[in-house]
């Protein structure tokens, strides 16, 4: 699926990630191999499904070590930063101290839900968030217990498990814009256009495919649809901006965990919309 190109640093930055997360969704792309399957995150303070997640993030407090942190760093300042995502629902990565690409989408996701403008940089407003950090708005306050909720406006998917937010994730949707693309699909060579756009709307999750799936517009990675052919699934470059032909973007270590938590009919709520600089 195409993505424009980010300008100076944040180009840099969305190349981070395409080296770093290693696999591809394009029709080029090669299955990954070996890719070993990475930790959920861990559930935060709060053990009833009545207590609500702005009362259980304000239970998550913890003392940050307030270096300085570039995409590259290495050390236990690192491993801190990790662990502190896992704890509060984010998608890290192992905690080995090392600031690559997975912990960089994880970051984004953090410093969007807390009101800070995504950056690669964990400085002193992002160790402050972290120490105390906010819940995700609930886009649907009465909603299931258990739901994905998509805010097209932060671009970040949220899923709920039993009342609590359980995995938060930065995403890339659809972006907006008309398209037309010409394939082969089921042995002819075919044209299709379209509005890149992700409705906003309530669905649920149907079915889903293990590994990877082509379809007409590219290859989707582990994708679980929700509306028609918009699916959640993982792709090799998640950037800062809708960029999608409507399906939901995630970090593909987050799609290889997101099929073992989110189930078939499980709600998906789609909320806001996204405006550019």
Known sequence: MRARRLPGMAALVTAGVV???????????????GTPALQAATTIAAKT?????TTAYAAVRAEAPRKTLRL???????????????ELGYQPGRADGRYGGT???AVWA??????????????????TALESPRAPKVLVPNGRPTRAEV???KQIMVLYVAGQPKLITHISSGSGVAYCETAVWQGKRQRFCGSARTPTGDYKTTWRKSGWHTSYLGRLYNPIF?????????????????ASHGCVRMPMNVAEVLPGMLGTGVPVH???AYRRA
């Open 226 to 242: 929700f509306n028609g052919g918009i699916a959640f699934h993982g792709a090799l470059s998640v950037p800062l901006y809708p």
């Open 270 to 272: 789609v909320r806001g």
């Open 49 to 53: 499904p009545t207590t609500t997640p």
């Open 19 to 33: 080296v770093l997360t290693g696999f591809g969704t394009g029709p080029a792309a090669a299955a990954p191999t």
């Open 72 to 86: 590259g760093a290495k050390g236990e300042a690192v491993a801190w930063l990790q662990r502190r995502l896992a």
């Open 103 to 105: 912990t960089l989408t």
């Open 151 to 153: 805010n097209l406006t």
């Open 110 to 127: 953090f410093q969007k839900v807390n009101g800070i403008a995504p950056t690669s940089t964990v400085a002193a407003r992002t160790w």
